[in-house]
């Protein structure tokens, strides 16, 4: 597979030790670029990565940990997600505030880039899945934060909005992509949505931008960067 261009500094992945996040690490390692995870459960994060990352403990609740764990590094991916209705864990908790929190620790510390896992039907408060605390119009919330912030000079985003995650290699699908949130449903793999999420790193065409992706076929990919060629960028366009 081919390298992409040399991509200088630190990322900090929040969620890492979760199924996606865990991707998000192997694929930046992957491309060799220096990782930094976020966790709340630091001998979790060491039996999963040992030391090929640094790790940084602390919780989504606490700025202040929040502000050590973004400090030096150039752009954040959040995986992070929610597994509970109520508690610490919670959609509103994890899914809205804690990437909320992040969201504006990473702006203080002059962070360049963040991107997300969001999820497809993020904008229909009426859909089922909503009845689980709320958690779409949490992750709306949390989206709309993101925009807010980081469409900013010097700043980008990027907001993946996956449908059904399943587990699985990359690069094994041929995927279809949409804005405005009009797909329903359809499925992807963790492997891919982490591939995406990394790449908006370096591609000049994923930045600000927000999209809903879903497998179209099984069909061996060399490279997603193609999905981002024809997204329109989220600004002046209203999401
Ligand atoms: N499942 C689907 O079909 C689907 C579809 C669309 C979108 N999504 C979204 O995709 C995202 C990733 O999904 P996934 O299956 O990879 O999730 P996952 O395996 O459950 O991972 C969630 C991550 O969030 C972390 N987390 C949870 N509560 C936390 C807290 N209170 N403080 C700090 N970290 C916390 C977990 O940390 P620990 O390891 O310490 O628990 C874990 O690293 C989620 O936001 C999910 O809502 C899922």
Redesign the pocket.
Known sequence: MEKPPRYQGRVLVA???????QWVVQRLLHYGIAVRVF???RE?ALALFGNDVEIVDG??QSGSDIARAVKGCRAVIA?????SVKG??SPG???RD?VIRLVDEAAKAGIQHFAI?S??AVTKWYHPLNLFAG?LSKKWEAEEHLRAIFAKPGRSYTIVR????KDGEPLLHKLRVDTGDRLWNGFIN?SDVAELLCISLWLEKAKNRTFEVINESEEPQTSLEQCYNALPPDFPKIV
Do not use: C, H, W
């Open positions: 969620g890492a030790t979760g199924k996606t996040g966790s709340r459960n979790k919780k989504i995986t992070l997600g929610s597994s610490e864990s908790e994890v899914d804690g896992i999820s497809l958690v996956p449908g059904g995650l963790r």
